[in-house]
């Protein structure tokens, strides 16, 4: 039985600004260490338990992977009290070794770790921006046709054997069903144990599609690879998010939101804060006699180490 189902609450992680989305794209993606900062406070008074964190360059707003760049913006979100979950998928465009940095450093209490390679394609967005300010944006979203997002086992073992000795947990991020196979092959080999929080990823040109049908198909594989050893949570890109959340937590499972998965609010309205799609979410699940988790709530679900043993 998952934990929703004994609880009554779902956990809600706001994913704050990512590294597919670019500044061109929407006033309110948060860029500058400030920014970022007053995304987390917002999102975590709306009703996030988690925040999924990258770092950007505050000139340029290219993502940045450097330990320094996550150094301004973590202790500030730490004193919300959410669980601080680090990116290790930094961007498609990084190598392993840069992506796994802060997470090494910072020993947070949670880091995401994408479980396969996979194409992943961003360039249709340049039809649905085609007034980009910055030349790097452009050749962010154009140079996504010719680029495989890497996470070859020998990486993903990198990753584990890496962070999880300073007691750091993982957000197992699959964003198509062989990326469960492989999560369950790496349970099977002593690497993981539970309780496995599966981030399902749907709506990326590359991965998995945004239907109920995928949806569902991603359940049930995780059902018969992992038991009952998991968590589930969902995230949709774009106009697949509010709807895909809806589905898994009318179906036992947590949801995650925020300014790195979609940019909307709803049919052309950007997004004002991560926090107006948390207020969304929680019309959803109040609709379905369901809450919010509280981070401590969150700790307890996953099985954490808790704030006072990360490095920051």
Not at 197 to 205: H, I
Not at 257 to 282: C, F, M, R, Y
């Amino acid at each position: 039985m998952t934990a929703q189902k004994k609880t009554g609450t779902v956990i809600v992680t706001c994913a704050l600004t990512g590294a597919i989305h670019t500044p061109g794209m929407s006033p309110y993606l948060p860029v500058t260490p400030d920014e970022i900062i007053a995304e987390g406070r917002r999102a975590v008074e709306a009703g996030a338990a988690i925040l999924h964190v990258h770092a950007r360059d505050p000139e340029t707003g290219r993502p940045d992977q450097t330990v320094e760049a996550f150094g301004r913006i973590l202790p500030a979100l730490k004193e919300t009290g959410a669980v601080i979950n680090i990116t290790t998928g930094g961007s498609p465009f990084m190598k392993v070794d840069e992506r796994v940095g802060p997470s090494a450093h910072f020993a947070p209490e949670l880091s995401s770790l994408n479980m396969g390679s996979m194409n992943m394609g961003l360039y249709p967005m340049q039809s649905r921006f085609p007034d980009l300010g910055r030349d790097w944006e452009n050749d962010h979203l154009e140079n996504s046709r010719d680029v495989v997002f890497r996470n070859t086992f020998k990486d993903i073992e990198h990753i584990l054997d890496t962070c999880g000795p300073n007691g750091t947990r993982f957000e197992f991020e699959c964003y198509d069903i062989g990326h469960i196979y492989t999560l369950a092959h790496m349970k099977g080999r002593g690497k993981v144990s539970g309780p496995l929080f599966v981030q399902s990823v749907f709506g990326l040109l590359g991965g998995i599609g945004g239907h109920p049908e995928d949806v569902m198909m991603m359940r049930r594989t995780a059902d018969r690879l992992l038991g009952d050893d998991y968590e589930w949570s969902v995230l949709g890109a774009g106009s697949n998010q509010l709807r895909i959340a809806a589905t898994a937590a009318a179906t036992g499972g947590h949801v995650r939101v925020g300014l790195e998965d979609s940019l909307w609010a709803g049919p052309g309205q950007l997004a004002t804060s991560s926090a107006q799609q948390i207020e969304k979410v929680k019309d959803v699940l109040s609709g379905l006699s369901l809450a919010p988790a509280t981070p401590d709530d969150a700790r307890s679900i996953l099985g954490l180490k808790g704030a006072n043993e990360v490095n920051f």
